[in-house]
């Protein structure tokens, strides 16, 4: 008889990034996330999977955790710099104007030129499927994918 276990939740998303300082402050000013903790002391295994890693931290905003890896060499090549990825991460917002908001955010952020941005994409135009759900798609400073959506009340 198999083992009885819990049900697993979400702990924490990590991020790589070859420039914490510029990530941190990203993640900072576009998420609201505030700073929890940091280390540069990492266990041998973690520094085998992560060639190169020099520092991390920790970002929180509500329920949501992310940890920074900064990883400067072997220089990782964009985005998570292995072979396969998660293919993006979705934020839900409680309303299409809060939806516009992320989106404006986001753009003003970008234009006030205080971070390096890996990729130069402008977040996409938002688009509505046939039940009415929201959603738009931008990218981290690392290249790393965002979803937005907004999901109206109802079954799913
Ligand atoms: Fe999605």
């Not at 990883?71 to 990825?85: L, V």
């Not at 205080?114 to 959603?135: C, I, N, Q």
């Not at 798609?137 to 790393?144: A, E, S």
């Amino acid at each position: 008889m198999p083992e009885t276990v819990n049900l697993p939740r979400l702990h924490h998303i990590a991020i790589q990034t070859t420039d914490l300082a510029n990530c941190t402050s990203w993640y900072q000013d576009f998420f609201g996330c505030r700073a929890t903790w940091s280390t540069d002391e990492f266990s041998e295994l973690t520094r085998e999977r992560l060639p190169g890693i020099t520092r991390m931290a920790e970002v929180v905003v509500g329920a949501t955790r992310f940890h920074l890896f900064e990883r400067i060499s072997p220089a990782p090549h964009g985005a998570g710099a292995n072979a396969t990825e998660f293919q993006h991460l979705c934020m839900a917002v409680e309303s299409p104007a809060a939806l516009d908001a992320w989106r404006r955010k986001w753009t003003e952020l970008h234009r006030s030129g205080r971070y390096a941005f890996l990729r130069a994409d402008p977040p996409s135009e938002t688009v509505v499927d046939k039940d009415g759900v929201e959603s738009f798609y931008c990218l981290d400073v690392n290249g790393l994918e965002f979803e937005f959506t907004y999901v109206p009340a109802g079954p799913r």
